[in-house]
């Protein structure tokens, strides 16, 4: 049995991208935004190709996210944030928040959103993978969405 294998590899040549960051836990968002930021540029980006929006928290994320996939101006996003856990409830309004929010976005506006949020326990685990790049989620997200957006153009020619 054969099949047909679309298999596109992580080259951001030519691609645009949106880059949705919370202000709050900055020391956090700091960091990942830096790794994203490299990561983009690694795979060829040019930094005339990124747009960089702040927002004040994660739960802000999804609504500005929206609002740039519906200008068309890019091949994808990142969404880039730090929830961590506290002593009330609130961690598990915000996370939930966040995540539907962001998942809404490429089913409506079929522009792929990269999930560049970190939901963790402590300040020890946000800082771990918040790191040197190899243990940046920003720098992952930016990889996943340049080879999402290139999966994207190749499924529509």
Sequence with gaps: MSYKNINVSPN??????GVIVARFNRVITDRLLEGALS????KGILQTDITVYWVPGAFEIPTVAMEAAKTGEFDFLIAIGAVIRGETSHFDYVSLGVTNGI??????????????????????QAMARSG???????YDAA?????TANVIKELRG
């Design 143 to 147: 990889l996943s969405g340049i080879e």
């Design 39 to 42: 990561g983009l540029q690694e």
């Design 103 to 124: 998942s809404s976005i490429p089913i409506e506006t079929g522009v792929p959103v990269a999930f560049g949020v970190l939901t963790t326990d402590n300040m020890e």
């Design 12 to 17: 951001g040549n030519g691609l645009s991208a």
């Design 132 to 138: 040197p790049l190899g243990s940046n989620r920003g």
